[in-house]
């Protein structure tokens, strides 16, 4: 199950596998996001686009921002 919406400046998106949260201001975005792996709040390019190029897929994208992060590469969820 996911339940997102991409309205004005708040986004949200609650699936099976956690919730996230996006502010987009002029000048910066944030993006909050609760999984099973963790908690992340981050800033992120005024425009970023990382949760809908993934699909809306909660754990895809922990796995991009940990390699973003320059992190240990995440195993895949289960």
Known sequence: MKIYSERL???YLFSNHGLCF????????????VSKR????ERRPVGDKVVE???????AI??????????IPAPPDR
């Open 9 to 11: 400046f708040l986004k």
């Open 62 to 71: 922990v796995r991009a921002l940990e390699r973003e992060r320059g992190g």
């Open 53 to 59: 190029n993934l699909d809306y897929e909660i754990p």
């Open 38 to 41: 963790g908690v992340v709040l």
């Open 22 to 33: 996006g502010v987009d201001l002029k000048s910066r975005s944030y993006l909050f996001l």
